[in-house]
Every structure is written in C-alpha cells, then in structure tokens.
C-alpha cells in the first residue's frame, strides 16, 4: 500500500505553529468573527493547568508527562491533573475550578466530556485566564481560545482507505466485501469527526455494493463505543459475530476508530475462531504496533504525542508574549468559529512502520 511521508516530524522543527485543515463542515477563515486570542499575554513563570481526562490510553499517561517537562523547561509552573474513578466529568469540572482558584493563566483541557465544561471554561475565562482545548474540541462555548490537535477529519478518511486497502492486500481484488463499523464514544467531539471522515472513503463503496455492512448497523450511534472501553467494544463484536457470522459467512474488515477497540475487536474475531479480519486503529499504542508488525491489526494512525505537546507549549509561548499564531483556522464547536492549529496525521501498516518510528525510542525497536 502506497503511504504518505512521514511529515510530522518535521512540522516540529517550523518557526511558528504550523496548520493544516480539510474536509466537509470546515470552511471559512479565521479573522474578526472567530472566538478567542491573546489577551495581553501573562506572566513568564506562569502556572498552567492541564486538564488530562483519564489515564486509561497510554498516551494520555505520555501526554502528562510531557506537559511536566516541557512546560518546566519554557519556565511556566505546570498543574497536571486526571480525571479518573467513577465520575471522571465531575472531577474534571472540580480540577478546573480549583485550577481557577489557584491562580492558573492559561488552562490546557483535554476534556472527559466535551459537552459538559461550559460552566467552568465561562468561570476560566471571567477571571481572564487563557484556554486551549487540546485534542478534543470542547463544544457549545464561545469561551475557549484556541483548539489544538491533529487533523481529526483526516485521520478518518486515512482509516477508510487503510480499510479498502488492507482488505484489498489481505483476502485479494473481490466484488464485494463484509465488514463492520465501529466508532468512538458518544461524549467525545472528536468520535463523529473520525466516524465522518472514514464514511465520505467507505460511503460510496457501500452504495454500489462494493461493502457490505452485514448487521446493517450504518449509523454513528449504532457503532458507538460507550468511554472507549474495550469491553464494550468486545462485547458488541462478540454480539456481531454471533448474529451475523456464526453461519459461516466471511468477515473481512472492520472499521475501529482507535488501536485499544481494535485489539479488543481482534480478540472478539480469534476467540470466534474467524480468519483474522483486516482492522483499522489510531494511537501507534506499543500493543498495537506488535500487533501490526506480527500481521494482525492492519493499521494505526501516528499522531505524535510529543509533537502535539510541544506544539501547544509553543502556543501558549506565543500567547504569553502577547501575540497570536499565524494562520489559524476556524472550527465550529456549535457556538463559534474556534480558531485551530491542526497537525498533520500519518498512517502506519507493517510496511512503513520502521520509517514512521524511526524515532521513537519506544516504537522503534519494535519494528526491527
């Protein structure tokens, strides 16, 4: 399978924060309607809250730590906090309150439901504190200053052409082909731009027959995965199977939107006893990656952690300063145009893992 370069990387060594946008429902230009910007900058040694959701995906755990470090070594005082236990909304809504009262600056929040933090970025931002949603676009709020994360409409449709692809590579050119839609968690923005992004690939596949969704479940909230837990993902597909190809019709790929559902719905498809199924995913988490280079799951998306950190460091650099960063791109979050910074994914199969990882000190060797 034809891959694209390996960019990402290199978008960390560009003077300024660099942008990148596509797809449906986000035209537009960023100018004098558009929410947020600097506001006279803050003090140097600033503290900074992050609001991370929870701890269950290693690269949020990777992500807190990242903010520590870079976030020290640019002088600022960092305030980390997880959501987590049995009420991760309502932790996170305490977390940043007492952010707020703590004298924080700037807030990043990488929410646990973006839905559900209006009230506290409005608190955040009476008392003049700066906001950036980090990975997940907050909704339903004028309040918030920037949104920063990868393309996440383009790490879609990067899935959906791994899809055809690998299915392709996999069980060979056929008429048709069987598979399954999965999506993520109805309380995350991001879940319906992923599940979007893949649908505008596989739609039309779909509608000349070349895909044959077998359980007929089409819709996002058909495929959805309550909290991204892999039990539930497991559970669905365990349903799946039994309703849908247990009489020994074939299955041959399904869409997953992340690597931890992927491997959950792999399990799903082995303990069924089925000729493993081409499975997308995202996230290049360590089991995920063993997982492609031993030909199982098919393919993850690289969205660098590191990158995306150092990235939103550097944008609260420039707000600090007093400034604003070049070129940043409306997204509607369904009260304002929010302006965004948008790094570019990058899609990994077995085939352009080494290059991709290359590195990572983590990834890389698992590649070799």
Not at 171 to 183: M, R, T, V
Request: with cysteine.
């Amino acid at each position: 399978m034809k891959t694209p370069l390996f960019r990402a990387i290199a978008l960390a060594t560009v003077a300024g924060v660099v942008l990148a946008g596509c797809g449906t429902g986000r035209e537009g230009a960023a100018g004098d309607e558009a929410a947020g910007g600097a506001e006279g900058g803050f003090d140097a040694d600033a503290r900074i809250g992050v609001a991370l959701p929870d701890k269950t995906s290693e690269n949020w755990v990777l992500a807190g730590d990242l903010f520590v470090d870079d976030l020290e070594e640019a002088g600022f005082t960092p305030d980390v906090q997880y959501a987590g236990g049995q009420t991760p909304v309502q932790d996170q809504q305490a977390q940043i309150e007492a952010m707020i009262s703590n004298g924080a600056q700037a807030i990043v929040i990488g929410a646990a439901d973006t839905g559900q933090l209006a009230s506290q970025v409005q608190a955040a931002k009476d008392a003049g504190i700066q906001v950036i949603a980090y990975d997940r676009l907050i909704q339903d709020t004028e309040n918030i200053d920037y949104y920063i994360a990868f393309d996440n409409y383009q790490v879609g449709e990067l899935q959906g052409q791994a899809l055809l692809d690998g299915m392709a590579e996999r069980f060979g050119e056929q008429d048709s082909y069987n598979i399954e839609l999965f999506s993520g968690s109805p309380d995350d923005s991001n879940a319906p731009v992923f599940f979007e992004g893949a649908m505008s690939v596989l739609q039309e596949k779909i509608d000349d027959g070349t895909l044959n969704v077998v359980s007929g479940q089409t819709e996002l909230s058909a495929t959805a995965t309550q909290d991204w837990l892999a039990e539930n993902a497991q559970e669905r597909m365990d349903n799946l199977i039994q309703g849908n190809y247990s009489d020994g019709t074939e299955l041959h790929g399904v869409l997953s939107p992340n690597d931890t559902l992927a491997r959950a719905i792999l399990a799903s498809a082995s303990d069924a006893g089925l000729e493993t199924p081409v499975v997308t995913g995202q996230d290049s988490e360590v089991e995920s990656v063993r997982s492609i280079m031993a030909g199982e799951q098919y393919s993850t998306i690289s969205k660098d952690t590191r990158l995306l950190v150092a990235q939103t460091v550097e944008l609260l650099q420039t707000l600090q300063a007093g400034e604003e960063p070049a070129d940043a791109e409306p997204m509607d979050n369904g009260a304002a145009e929010i302006p965004s910074v948008l790094l570019e994914p990058v899609i990994v199969t077995q085939e352009n893992a080494a290059e991709v990882y290359a590195d990572d000190p983590n990834l890389a060797p698992l590649t070799e």
